[in-house]
């Protein structure tokens, strides 16, 4: 069952406005196991509504179409239909009845456009809307099966789970869609896919959505019918075996929840000292409900002062290597965990740019280090990109660093 | 002149990814006059995408294209493009040196898949992409003038500037359109709405967008014609006397970057200590370029140890207020100052949850304090909401209070 979805509204072919409203429907639909092949966006003109609309129903049976259902000329949702289909509308009189009785209950008098919002087809079901005065509708033409609901977001939500998630589960006969979601870090997506070869021609090109995503890349394994969780188990077992202990977590998972169950399962508390992620590290960290139980602290150290004075870095390392070098991430990382008496210490430092490279450190050099009471790890890293995407990548390193420090060492 | 945009990719069509891409295209096109008609999301399906550019092409003469360029199979724009065209294509060389030169920069080896990135039609511009390794390209069949953009947004933005918008420029003769953009903070949507009243009466309720965006306000004032600019002077004017200094600034600026300015204008420095935003406001601080010019570091004093050691906060402070308390705050601004050597300090220190509430000290709490050599300001707020928007809202409230404190004291 192939499904698309209409938007309908000239403010959403600006530059403020997004919809929204498609996510909570392809939502219900991937529940359902109904595909959705397209989505789109029209304004409030009528010729190219009506053309849209002909245009999803060549390419799907079920259609549905939010907004543009309003009392104004501006809403045209149903003239469209209208045309498209070659059906004939009537007044339905129980419909303004409803919305007269909804003004006069805040004391107005309904305005005479609002009769526009009563115009039914002949077979409609009519979606009786609790959240505001615009009614859905329903209708099977031609064989398709065409859903309308109005583009408020409340409204539209309470509609969705009210009539169209009852719908499908009858139509469906119950939830159909499993999904597996495995996080991988530090690879590129390339990198991922050249690994996955051997995968592909053993399932016969079977799909497996790739995302790259924030530095990360999440593989999507989904599968239908009643077999779906088992499908999903092996296929989950073989790319454990493809990829070890670069997947870092799954579904709702990130490197920074990940690093968080880790520490909470070892007892061990950790601390960061860094300059060129100028807090983005100790932040993403803090953004973990809880982090307060193994998250000690940290330090921005800016300034080569501040790597001594705050981090405890030795000046000699500072002179002798310069402060972009595995020395001293190395000791901001010994230098942190004694300062916060943690477990485990985290160094970073390099140039996010766009100033301050130079020949042999040019702007995307990172040096990060990991230590502990007895030894340390470090990697040095190149991302010459933008200030915030080089921040981002450096500390999603550092998470993975501390995360393989903590997985291979117990 | 009537715009099309596509964005391709399977994962839009699910419930967890939007196409924002499109909100910067049309950004471009509503500045230089040309109507979006639709847009659409179809996913890695080479026929849906060919049917899609086909009437794309037939309810429009501009057509814009963004994502399905990658290296791998799944990325189908090219062939789309061959079959809805019926046009050749062959191997670029230069391209793949390109891409072979970037890997190889890293130290990687180029993957054979992305080769596929080298495809270019007979006749096409291509655009080279300095944010990544798929390039665009720039096609004019058949009367129709076709954009094609990689998906990622940081490449895709850096494109537009690069290519699109001249292309406008040039095409269409300049900007039809003037656009600015004011920027409140510390004031809610519907405060800023009621204090608009007068200026909606004055002005026959001509449209002004208010757009609430992550705890701050903008006011979009556009105007179109010859006297566009002279219409825009006049309204920003009336809009600076109602809302004075709770407009923090304009169009691309944000609050980090204004209080970066006001800094070095003042040959000014800042280090800050904070508690619940975990980091947040010393990274909002370092997305700035130059920052360290005016940024010295800060420390993330997550317990009550390193508030006294770290920020050298007075530990009867601490006994007799608590940590979360004006008093800390306010110690964590001056200790901090005199740790770092800076001209301002600023403290923060509050309860982010979903832990820690009590009840003279709720979830939401935030004391915010800054301080210079000889004085200091406090607020005290609330946020009672989610994690990460009690971070944001609490880094705005600091990143304003050190505004308010830099413009009002000199």
Same mark, same amino acid.
């Given at each position: 069952?192939?499904?698309?979805?209409?938007?309908?509204?000239?403010?959403?072919?600006?530059?403020?406005?997004?919809?929204?409203?498609?996510?909570?429907?392809?939502?219900?639909?991937?529940?359902?196991?109904?595909?959705?092949?397209?989505?789109?966006?029209?304004?409030?003109?009528?010729?190219?509504?009506?053309?849209?609309?002909?245009?999803?129903?060549?390419?799907?049976?079920?259609?549905?179409?939010?907004?543009?259902?309003?009392?104004?000329?501006?809403?045209?949702?149903?003239?469209?239909?209208?045309?498209?289909?070659?059906?004939?509308?009537?007044?339905?009189?129980?419909?303004?009845?409803?919305?007269?009785?909804?003004?006069?209950?805040?004391?107005?008098?309904?305005?005479?456009?609002?009769?526009?919002?009563?115009?039914?087809?002949?077979?409609?079901?009519?979606?009786?809307?609790?959240?505001?005065?615009?009614?859905?509708?329903?209708?099977?033409?031609?064989?398709?099966?065409?859903?309308?609901?109005?583009?408020?977001?409340?409204?539209?939500?309470? &509609?969705?789970?009210?009539?169209?998630? /009852?719908? $499908?589960? +009858?139509?469906? %006969?119950?939830?159909?869609? !499993?999904?597996? =979601?495995?996080?991988?870090?530090?690879?590129?997506?390339?990198?991922?896919?050249?690994?996955?070869?051997?995968?592909?021609?053993?399932?016969?090109?079977?799909?497996?959505?790739?995302?790259?995503?924030?530095?990360?890349?999440?593989?999507?394994?989904?599968?239908?019918?009643?077999?779906?969780?088992?499908?999903?188990?092996?296929?989950?077992?073989?790319?454990?075996?493809?990829?070890?202990?670069?997947?870092?977590?799954?579904?709702?998972?990130?490197?920074?929840?990940?690093?968080?169950?880790?520490?909470?399962?070892?007892?061990?508390?950790?601390?960061?000292?860094?300059?060129?992620?100028?807090?983005?590290?100790?932040?993403?960290?803090?953004?973990?409900?809880?982090?307060?139980?193994?998250?000690?602290?940290?330090?921005?150290?800016?300034?080569?002062?501040?790597? &001594?004075?705050?981090?405890?870095?030795? /000046?000699? $390392?500072? +002179?002798?290597? %310069?402060?972009?070098?595995? !020395?001293?991430? =190395?000791?901001?990382?010994?230098?942190?965990?004694?300062?916060?008496?943690?477990?485990?210490?985290?160094?970073?430092?390099?140039?996010?740019?766009?100033?301050?490279?130079?020949?042999?450190?040019?702007?995307?050099?990172?040096?990060?280090?990991?230590?502990?009471?007895?030894?340390?790890?470090?990697?040095?890293?190149?991302?010459?990109?933008?200030?915030?995407?080089?921040?981002?990548?450096?500390?999603?390193?550092?998470?993975?660093?501390?995360?393989?420090?903590?997985?291979?060492?117990?």
């Amino acid at each position: 069952m192939k499904a698309s979805i209409i938007a309908v509204g000239s403010e959403m072919l600006g530059p403020t406005r997004l919809d929204t409203n498609s996510l909570k429907i392809t939502a219900a639909f991937e529940d359902f196991g109904v595909t959705v092949v397209r989505k789109s966006v029209v304004g409030d003109v009528l010729r190219d509504l009506v053309d849209e609309i002909r245009y999803c129903l060549d390419h799907s049976d079920l259609l549905v179409i939010t907004g543009g259902l309003g009392p104004t000329e501006d809403d045209m949702t149903r003239d469209a239909l209208v045309e498209a289909f070659g059906l004939q509308m009537e007044i339905d009189q129980s419909i303004v009845d409803r919305i007269e009785a909804r003004f006069k209950a805040r004391g107005w008098k309904m305005p005479e456009v609002n009769k526009r919002q009563a115009n039914v087809f002949r077979g409609q079901t009519t979606l009786r809307n609790e959240r505001g005065t615009a009614p859905g509708f329903f209708l099977a033409a031609k064989g398709k099966d065409i859903w309308v609901f109005p583009g408020v977001p409340h409204e539209l939500e309470w &509609m969705i789970e009210t009539y169209l998630v /009852p719908w $499908l589960q +009858q139509k469906r %006969g119950g939830r159909a869609r !499993q999904r597996r =979601v495995l996080k991988i870090a530090g690879m590129t997506e390339s990198g991922v896919e050249e690994k996955l070869k051997p995968y592909y021609d053993a399932h016969n090109h079977e799909p497996l959505t790739i995302l790259a995503t924030s530095g990360t890349i999440e593989l999507h394994l989904i599968a239908d019918g009643s077999d779906a969780q088992s499908v999903i188990a092996g296929r989950e077992k073989e790319l454990v075996t493809i990829f070890g202990d670069k997947i870092y977590g799954y579904d709702g998972d990130s490197l920074e929840s990940v690093i968080g169950r880790l520490l909470l399962e070892h007892q061990a508390t950790v601390s960061v000292a860094e300059s060129c992620t100028g807090g983005l590290l100790a932040s993403r960290i803090t953004d973990v409900p809880g982090s307060s139980g193994y998250f000690m602290g940290g330090a921005v150290t800016y300034t080569a002062d501040s790597k &001594m004075f705050i981090a405890g870095v030795d /000046p000699a $390392l500072i +002179q002798q290597f %310069g402060e972009v070098s595995e !020395q001293v991430a =190395v000791d901001l990382a010994k230098g942190v965990r004694r300062r916060f008496h943690t477990t485990y210490g985290i160094g970073v430092t390099g140039i996010a740019g766009p100033g301050g490279g130079t020949e042999p450190k040019p702007v995307g050099t990172v040096h990060i280090a990991v230590a502990d009471s007895d030894r340390y790890e470090h990697r040095k890293l190149f991302w010459p990109t933008t200030r915030s995407l080089f921040k981002w990548f450096a500390t999603n390193s550092a998470l993975d660093l501390l995360r393989l420090y903590l997985t291979r060492a117990h």
